[in-house]
């Protein structure tokens, strides 16, 4: 516990100097709150907590994507680092701590402005209707779409990050990012996730559970892997999104010791 609480508090001041953190996550977080607070799509709902559930969307397309992009070369910066990655390296606590608290302390810095965000999005809403369901909204979709979301694209840019260089991971993850998100099935040459239970928008959990319309979910599709709306292909939908992240952050920490042992 140690070593994780010690990795994890390195890991999050490193990142908080990291101006590509910021540069690259703050913007988009005003653009979603601006445009949460301006497009028809979500002020378009007479349920203040549809509009929270509708915000979601946008949060998760945006934000989450800048998360990845901030944090692409975090496993490649780890191959090269000298300092305190190596002291943590040499010191007998497990692999398992030392590598959690790389990927969290990272995320936990990069989503932190846009958690204040959305809550403030959500609190204003909450006060202007005078209920609670808007701001319970938007602490589910944090929780159920938002989070494991941004594990899942922090996992596969870190990935990419250490099998290609940088500019091209971060140009990969935004259309691989867009692709699973929002390409729309009938215009889509190829299979597509969006509109999937494979789909990391997190649009089964936000209609299920956030009360953001059900389009988001199966985008009108049908077939196997666009089910209706239900707790459980929600909980399908966000296992799935968990497994993939987990996949990606085995394989890129795997590929990284490789590569570390190559060169050593």
Known sequence: MTALIVTLRY??????????VWAAVLPLALLSL?????????????????????????????????????????LRRSLEARGMPELLTATPAGLLARTTGTLIGPLLTALAP???????????????????????????????????????VTAF?????????????????????????????????????????LSPLGGYPLAAWA????????????GPLRPEVTDATALLNLALVLAMAAACYALGHLVARLRRHGAS
């Open 157 to 197: 840019a870190g990935l990419l990050g250490v099998l290609m260089p940088v500019a091209a991971a971060r140009a990969v993850t935004v259309v691989v990012w867009l692709w699973a998100l929002h390409f729309p099935p009938r215009f889509s040459p190829l299979p597509t996730a969006t509109g999937t239970v």
């Open 34 to 74: 601006l445009l949460a607070a301006t497009s028809p799509v979500v002020t378009g709902h007479s349920d203040p907590a549809a509009r929270c559930g509708a915000a979601a969307v946008l949060v998760n397309t945006l934000c989450t994507l800048g998360v990845g992009l901030a944090l692409t070369d975090r």
């Open 114 to 152: 846009v958690v204040a965000l959305f809550l403030l999005y959500g609190t204003v809403i909450s006060v202007t209707a005078g209920s609670a369901a808007p701001i319970a909204s938007t602490v589910i979709a944090l929780a159920v779409a938002v989070l494991p979301a941004a594990l899942l």
């Open 11 to 20: 890991e999050a001041l490193m990142a908080v100097r990291r101006k590509a």
């Open 211 to 222: 009360h953001a319309p059900e389009i988001w979910a199966n985008r009108q599709g049908t």
